[in-house]
């Protein structure tokens, strides 16, 4: 992770991240193989919750554990099982001793991580900004590219019905924090044109 997103923490958050992202790097690298669902996933989760957290006005604490949160989220991820943020909750709670975490912490950011759990409905500002970062991918550029590795991912046929799953879930998708709300509208549409273009709806 560059040293951008800590840049605001305190020596001893920042070790306890670099220490987080270790952990998680090399847990994820040995039990998981998904095309999407990995470190790299993981990391850009990290940094656009970093992003969001700057944007919402989020302490510097609380930006420490919902990045904490956001590194680990995934750290177990089957496609179709339906207890993988159980699982990466535990895997979280047991490396995150290891890194040096307290309890009440890695409690918080357990929390955070069950957050994510389809369909989402977070509640607190900071489960809003995971689940949000969660799905950052949604109102970029590489949106396409990305869902391309979810399809691989999940074994689904490419295709017309595989694009108009996904314009069905783009339209129905709403963020939740007020910045992403805001500050995505166009992106949104973009991609929803884009994807209307490729199953000739529009």
């Known amino acids: 992770m560059e040293n ?13 991240w670099n220490r987080a992202c270790a952990y998680a790097g090399a847990y994820m690298e040995r039990f998981t193989n998904n095309p999407y669902h990995n470190f790299s996933h993981a990391k850009d989760v990290a940094a656009a919750a970093a992003k969001i957290c700057y944007k919402e006005n989020v302490s510097d604490y609380d930006s420490f554990i919902v990045m904490s949160a956001a590194i680990f989220h995934d750290a177990v991820f089957k496609a ?6 159980e699982r990466s909750g535990r895997v979280a709670g047991q490396l995150l001793c290891r890194a040096g975490y307290t309890r009440p912490e890695r409690d918080m950011i357990t929390q955070l991580i069950l957050a994510t759990k389809m369909p989402v409905a977070p ?4 489960e809003k900004v995971l689940c949000d970062a969660d799905l950052d991918n949604l109102s970029r550029d590489d949106f396409l590219e990305k869902g391309e590795l979810v399809r691989r991912e999940l074994g689904i046929d490419n295709g017309k019905r595989w694009y108009s799953c996904q314009l069905g879930f783009l339209k129905s998708h709403s963020y939740h924090t007020d910045y992403k709300q805001k500050s995505t509208r ?6 929803i044109a884009r994807l209307e273009e490729i199953t000739g709806v529009a």
């Open 4 to 16: 951008t997103y800590i840049d605001s923490f305190n020596m001893e958050r920042a070790k306890k």
């Open 80 to 85: 179709g099982a339906e207890d993988n943020e």
């Open 123 to 126: 509640k607190s500002l900071l």
């Open 186 to 191: 166009e992106a949104l549409a973009k991609n």
